[in-house]
């Protein structure tokens, strides 16, 4: 399926979670197995680009991406969790969201490790900063990060000093 098809699978939610919020809702993209099928192809095919020991997602829609590709490419997944959500040691970082503020941990086990993160959507890179600063604070190494779906107009790729790569625009 092509990036054309897969967009237009993605609907789009005015007013969510918050009055003035654009929500991009990956439910139906996902719903759809070749879209869903395609995404991770295309994941695959971007991360073939770039040499890393694991993928780090990030909770809880990072995870759909971030496991099926781990998956597909045979890497370990590293679970990037919202608070309380970890057993054991974690470390933990909180940050603003366009809509809030957030808090995100990660258990302490990625030493010295190059790191692939995956998340759904990369909008003011708050959430995406945020798992980098964990990922580093662990002893690991952010390489680069891929999304299904950028917000350019946020600007979040500024906000990340490692390689972004996305399928789709807005």
Do not use: W
């Not at 237009?8 to 991009?24: S, T």
């Not at 503020?101 to 945020?130: H, P, Q, R, Y």
């Not at 299904?148 to 972004?164: A, E, R, S, V």
């Amino acid at each position: 399926m092509n990036i054309e098809k897969i967009e237009n699978l993605i609907n789009k939610i005015p007013d969510y979670p918050k009055p003035g919020i654009l929500f991009y809702d990956i439910s139906t993209l996902i719903f759809n197995k070749d879209a869903f099928s395609s995404c991770i192809n295309y994941l695959a095919e971007i991360a073939s680009n770039y040499e890393f020991d694991h993928i780090a997602s990030i909770d809880a829609r990072g995870f759909i991406f971030g496991s099926a590709l781990a998956y597909k490419l045979d890497k370990g997944l590293i679970m990037i969790r919202k608070k309380g959500k970890l057993p054991g040691k974690v470390i933990s970082h909180t940050y603003e969201l366009e809509y809030g503020s957030d808090t995100l941990e990660i258990n302490v086990d990625a030493k010295e490790k190059k790191i692939a993160l995956v998340d759904d959507l990369l909008a003011t890179g708050g959430t995406a900063s945020a798992a980098i600063n964990l990922i580093e604070k662990s002893g690991g190494f952010a390489c680069c990060f891929f999304s299904i779906i950028q917000l350019d107009f946020l600007k979040g790729f500024k906000k990340i000093n490692i390689p972004t790569e996305t399928l789709i625009h807005y």
